[in-house]
């Protein structure tokens, strides 16, 4: 069973940076297209961003270019680059599989506010 841990989050002003972490505790991690979701209070898990196997990205409309999403299969970790941050990008953040399949980690809480 693949745990995944998530970390790197914080409180931070409007327009600052964070870099947040996602290890997984098997190296089947390196067959498989990995994302990071968010949730917020009150809303629906979303989907941020996707790194392929093969090292290909997309991003959600909303990340507008301030996100970098990349992986280091040695390590079994996927990461995420967060630059200009916004208060609407306060939520928790995940990581999974993308289709997620794995048992959900507990996230790591970002929070942009002044």
């Known amino acids: 069973q693949v745990r995944l841990l998530e970390s790197g989050g914080g409180l931070v002003q409007p327009g600052g940076s964070l870099l947040l972490s996602c290890i997984a505790s098997?190296?089947?991690?390196?067959?498989?297209?990995m994302a990071w979701y968010r949730q917020a209070p009150g809303k629906e898990r979303e989907l941020v961003a996707v790194?392929?196997?093969?090292?290909?990205?997309t991003y959600a409309d909303f990340v507008e270019g301030r996100f970098t999403i990349s992986r280091d299969n040695a390590k079994n970790t996927v990461y995420l680059q967060m630059n200009r941050l916004k208060p609407e990008d306060t939520a928790v953040y995940l990581c999974?599989?993308?289709?997620?399949?794995?048992?959900w980690g507990l996230g790591t809480q970002v929070t942009v506010s002044s």
């Open positions: 790194i392929t196997d093969g090292g290909s990205t």
């Open positions: 999974n599989a993308h289709p997620a399949y794995y048992p």
């Open positions: 098997r190296n089947t991690f390196s067959r498989y297209a």
